[in-house]
C-alpha cells in the first residue's frame, strides 16, 4: 500500500509552478486549506488560477494570496465580503468568471469524473447564457472581455445550457480525518466544496486534522476516495484548532 503522507506542507507544493490551476475547497472560513495557502505564500509563486466558491475573506484564506498579487484568474461564485477582491476586479487586475454556485460545484465533479461538459438548467435566459458577464475590466472601469456564450437545448419541453467542466494542475482540501491512502472524511458544514475539488485536481494535495492508519476509516464513509489523493499533510494541535467565523451575530443581553 502506498502511504501518501508528507512531512510538511511546503514539501507537498513544492513542485507547485507560476501559473498554476488550483481547485481550492472551502466555503467561507469553513473547511479551507489554511495551511495550505501559507506554504504557498511562502512559496512565492504568481499568477495562479484558482478555482473557488470564494476567493477568501481579507487577510484570511486566498485572500492572503490575493492580497500579495499572486492570482491572475479566479473562477468562482462568490465575491462576498472580501472588499479586496472587489476592488482588484473592478480595476482590472485580476479576471474573474462569476459561476452559478451549483454549476461550479458539478464542474468540478464531473470534471473528476472524466465528463467533459453537461446541460443545466441554471443561468438560461441571463448574462450567463449569453455571455455578457464581464470577466475583466480596465483600469478606468471599461469592460475589455466578456464571458463566453452557452449552447441552448431543450430536454422533454424545457431549456437548458451547456457548461463545460474543470480540471486544474492541482487542487487544496481540508479533511477531518483521512488515512495514509488518501482517503477523507470532512465534518459537518466543511464538507462543502472539497470533496469535489478534490476530484478536479490532478494532483490533490489534503491537509487533515488526523491521519489514521489504511483500512481504519469505514469505506461506507468517505467522501473523497484515495484515488483521488496524491499527499496527505498532517496538522498540528494548533493549526487544527483554527477555524475562523466569517459573520458573528449574537443576541443583545437581556
Known amino acids: 500500500?502506498?502511504?501518501?503522507?508528507?512531512?510538511?506542507?511546503?514539501?507537498?507544493?513544492?513542485?507547485?509552478?507560476?501559473?498554476?490551476?488550483?481547485?481550492?475547497?472551502?466555503?467561507?472560513?469553513?473547511?479551507?486549506?489554511?495551511?495550505?495557502?501559507?506554504?504557498?505564500?511562502?512559496?512565492?509563486?504568481?499568477?495562479?488560477?484558482?478555482?473557488?466558491?470564494?476567493?477568501?475573506?481579507?487577510?484570511?484564506?486566498?485572500?492572503?494570496?490575493?492580497?500579495?498579487?499572486?492570482?491572475?484568474?479566479?473562477?468562482?461564485?462568490?465575491?462576498?465580503?472580501?472588499?479586496?477582491?472587489?476592488?482588484?476586479?473592478?480595476?482590472?487586475?485580476?479576471?474573474?468568471?462569476?459561476?452559478?454556485?451549483?454549476?461550479l460545484a458539478e464542474k468540478l465533479r464531473s470534471g473528476g469524473a472524466g465528463i467533459p461538459a453537461f446541460f443545466t438548467p441554471a443561468g438560461v435566459g441571463t448574462w450567463v447564457e449569453s455571455g455578457e458577464l464581464p470577466t475583466r475590466f480596465d483600469s478606468s472601469g471599461g469592460v475589455i472581455k466578456y464571458g463566453a456564450?452557452?449552447?441552448?437545448?431543450?430536454?422533454?419541453?424545457?431549456?437548458?445550457?451547456?457548461?463545460?467542466?474543470?480540471?486544474?494542475?492541482?487542487?487544496?482540501?481540508?479533511?477531518?480525518?483521512?488515512?495514509?491512502?488518501?482517503?477523507?472524511?470532512?465534518?459537518?458544514?466543511?464538507?462543502?466544496?472539497?470533496?469535489n475539488a478534490g476530484m478536479a485536481g490532478r494532483i490533490t494535495i489534503v491537509e487533515a486534522e488526523e491521519i489514521v492508519e489504511a483500512g481504519t476509516l469505514d469505506p461506507e464513509n468517505i467522501h473523497l476516495p484515495g484515488i483521488y489523493v496524491k499527499r496527505v499533510v498532517a496538522l498540528t494541535a494548533e493549526e487544527s484548532a483554527i477555524k475562523g467565523i466569517e459573520q458573528l451575530t449574537v443576541r443583545k443581553r437581556g
Do not use: W
Not at 150 to 169: A, C, S
Open 149 to 195: 456564450p452557452r449552447e441552448r437545448r431543450e430536454f422533454n419541453g424545457k431549456q437548458f445550457i451547456l457548461e463545460e467542466t474543470i480540471t486544474t494542475d492541482f487542487s487544496l482540501v481540508r479533511a477531518y480525518k483521512a488515512d495514509t491512502q488518501g482517503n477523507c472524511i470532512f465534518r459537518k458544514s466543511a464538507r462543502n466544496f472539497n470533496p
Open 1 to 103: 500500500m502506498i502511504n501518501k503522507v508528507v512531512s510538511s506542507a511546503d514539501e507537498a507544493v513544492a513542485d507547485l509552478f507560476d501559473g498554476a490551476s488550483l481547485a481550492v475547497g472551502g466555503f467561507g472560513l469553513v473547511g479551507v486549506p489554511n495551511v495550505l495557502i501559507q506554504a504557498i505564500f511562502r512559496k512565492g509563486n504568481r499568477e495562479l488560477r484558482v478555482v473557488s466558491n470564494n476567493c477568501g475573506v481579507d487577510g484570511g484564506g486566498l485572500g492572503i494570496l490575493l492580497e500579495a498579487g499572486r492570482i491572475a484568474h479566479v473562477t468562482a461564485s462568490y465575491i462576498g465580503t472580501n472588499k479586496e477582491f472587489e476592488r482588484q476586479y473592478l480595476e482590472g487586475l485580476i479576471e474573474l468568471e462569476l459561476t452559478p454556485q451549483g454549476t
